[in-house]
């Protein structure tokens, strides 16, 4: 069992700066794909960033490209989301995922290939 525990989270304005954090229990984690998803209100669960075992690939949603940045340090069983240039349509709750496969490309963005999920952290960016 993996359990997930994200923070970092929090209340900013526009334009600014969060770095969310994700930190696993478990000995494997340098083994699993890590992704970062979002849930605003009254919508679906998105797809945000995913990192590869490695971190030799990255996968972002297109609204973030260029905005966010996904890495990892498997020495201290912990992903990171740092979240730049932010703007209220990315406020949500924050969802760290744990997948026990690999994925390549478009599977990395998929719900169903994450075994293990955190609770969430809420991002609210003001205008």
């Known amino acids: 069992q993996v359990q997930l525990v994200e923070s970092g989270g929090g209340l900013v304005q526009a334009g600014g700066s969060l770095r969310l954090s994700c930190a696993a229990s478990g000995r494997t984690f340098s083994s699993y794909t890590m992704g970062w998803f979002r849930q605003a209100p009254g919508k679906e669960r998105a797809f945000v960033a995913a990192?590869?075992?490695?971190?030799?690939?990255?996968y972002y949603t297109d609204s973030v490209k260029d905005r966010f940045t996904i890495s990892r340090d498997n020495a201290k069983n912990t992903v990171y989301l740092q979240m730049n240039s932010l703007k209220p349509e990315d406020t949500a709750v924050y969802y760290c995922?744990?997948?026990?496969?690999?994925?390549?490309?478009?599977?990395?963005?998929?719900?169903?290939?994450?075994?293990?999920w955190g609770q969430g952290t809420q991002v609210t960016v003001s205008s």
């Open positions: 990192i590869t075992w490695n971190g030799d690939s990255t």
């Open positions: 995922a744990a997948g026990v496969r690999g994925c390549v490309g478009s599977y990395c963005t998929l719900r169903s290939r994450y075994n293990y």
